[in-house]
């Protein structure tokens, strides 16, 4: 196991983040076509000092684990949630205005915690940028999108959120999340929803129709691609098998073991995306504007992210002897988790590192013991749920539906704000009520 001694080893996960924020902005042509090289140039910043410095073979072993047992079934989950939901097509949605936007960013809220934050998330982007192409002004839709969609409301399930997923394979009982966040979560997405109304009518009434012409087609209230439901129920049972069938370790790459659970729960999710393409009707992904372009963008930037994030979670994961010594040493007072910080801590990493590694570094640090965290220090627990699950939405790359929603909005013509402009946005809109949460639940 890679164990950095400086903080000049996270300089690559930064440099690539700065990258991902800067270049779009600075160089949008050089970074469309050459972002790949990017993301290679920075994860070899780390792969070879690590190889020729560290140990022989312990590069080489974080990167076979990191692939195999993180980002392989991260990518083939939201890859099997992209290809399902794109085969998903909601007809007959209303003109979009105020109500009926902030009604179907509800039900996309609620569904979040069902079918994944991925899921929902694919699955109403189109109707909602159907329903409002005679709006001038659709960035803020999108951003809200992400805001409650593909972040806050893939909290209450293991379902949901890929953090509280981990938190439910490391021993937290699969209704935990409900009983305990259910209030947070309610206070913090139907503050987005009330916001979201608000700002949305501003946009409408500076002007913010476009020609009358350019309106949603009149359907027939309907869903097409409704196989891609089975699916769906395909890749929950998927996920699920993770948890409830154990096995021992079947194959081994050096020192990194793979089950039988996994590698059939990996080949479940690639069948569910293999057969929704096969069987949904072509004119339905055609009329959903379906390409892979945004889902290659984010499985190659994510690539690096994982690659580079292994140094950075190494140094957390070595706790108060390592070089975050000091930020370790105030998340206890006297033994006990100062719940105030846990909360803030676990949500702005989540929010510039991916929130399912955060998450499960500060559980360890809270004591890894799921039986004595639900029992003892269940308000603790609840703080690193909330905060991986909420902060996430602050930047485009806190969570990795942020960036796929991004590009998709970006294909169907939606200019939407750059990496800063976008933080701007997420601050003004969620910093308030993450605010009042930690106020009235997490003091």
């Not at 975050?324 to 910080?341: E, I």
């Not at 004595?372 to 991986?388: D, G, K, V």
Request: charged content about 10%; aromatic content about 12%; overall charge positive.
């Amino acid at each position: 196991m890679i164990v950095p001694s400086s903080l000049l080893w996270a300089v690559p996960f930064f440099g690539l983040l700065l990258t991902i924020a800067c270049a779009p902005l600075l160089a949008p042509r050089h970074w469309h076509r050459h972002y790949p090289v990017w993301t290679a140039l920075w994860s070899l910043a780390f792969l070879v000092p690590a190889a020729g410095l560290d140990r022989p073979g312990a590069a080489l072993d974080a990167l076979i684990e990191t692939a195999l047992l993180q980002y392989l079934p991260f990518i083939l989950l939201l890859g099997a949630l992209f290809a399902v939901a794109g085969g998903l097509r909601v007809t007959g949605v209303p003109r979009g205005g105020p109500a009926v936007n902030t009604a179907l960013l509800a039900i996309g809220g609620i569904l979040a915690s069902f079918v994944g934050t991925t899921g929902a998330a694919m699955l109403m982007i189109r109707p909602l940028i159907r329903a409002n192409r005679h709006r001038r002004h659709a960035a803020h839709i999108i951003i809200f999108l992400i805001l409650l969609v593909a972040n806050v409301g893939g909290a209450l399930t293991p379902l949901g959120d890929p953090p509280i997923f981990l938190g439910f394979l490391a021993g937290v009982p699969f209704l935990w999340t409900l009983t305990h966040l259910w209030a947070p979560t309610l206070l913090v997405a139907g503050g987005l929803l009330a916001s979201f109304y608000l700002v949305d009518h501003h946009f409408l009434r500076r002007g913010g129709r476009n020609d009358p012409a350019v309106l949603p087609e009149i359907e027939k209230l309907g869903l097409d691609g409704g196989v891609n439901l089975l699916l769906f129920a395909l890749i929950i049972a998927a996920v699920l098998l993770r948890a409830v069938w154990p096995m021992a370790p079947v194959l081994s790459f050096r020192r990194v073991h793979w089950d039988l659970a996994a590698i059939i729960s990996d080949a479940l999710l690639l069948a569910a995306a293999a057969l929704s393409l096969a069987v949904t009707p072509r004119e339905t992904r055609r009329r959903n504007d379906f390409a892979w372009g945004p889902m290659i963008e984010v499985a190659i930037l994510f690539a690096g992210i994982f690659i580079t994030i292994i140094p950075v979670m190494a140094m957390i994961a070595a706790g108060p002897s390592g070089p975050a010594a000091l930020l370790f040493a105030r998340l206890t007072n006297g033994g006990v988790p100062n719940d105030p910080l846990f909360y803030w801590v676990t949500g702005l990493l989540s929010a510039v590192l991916d929130n399912a590694p955060t998450y499960l570094v500060f559980f360890g640090f809270a004591g890894g013991d799921a039986a004595r965290l639900t029992a003892e220090f269940p308000r603790t627990l609840a703080a690193i749920s909330a905060a991986a699950a909420f902060f996430g939405a602050l930047t485009y790359t806190g969570n990795a539906p942020n960036l796929l929603i991004k590009r998709l909005a970006e294909q169907h013509g939606i200019a939407m704000p750059h990496f800063f402009a976008y933080i701007g946005w997420a601050m003004a809109c969620l910093l308030p009520w993450l605010l009042l949460a930690q106020f009235i639940f997490f003091r």
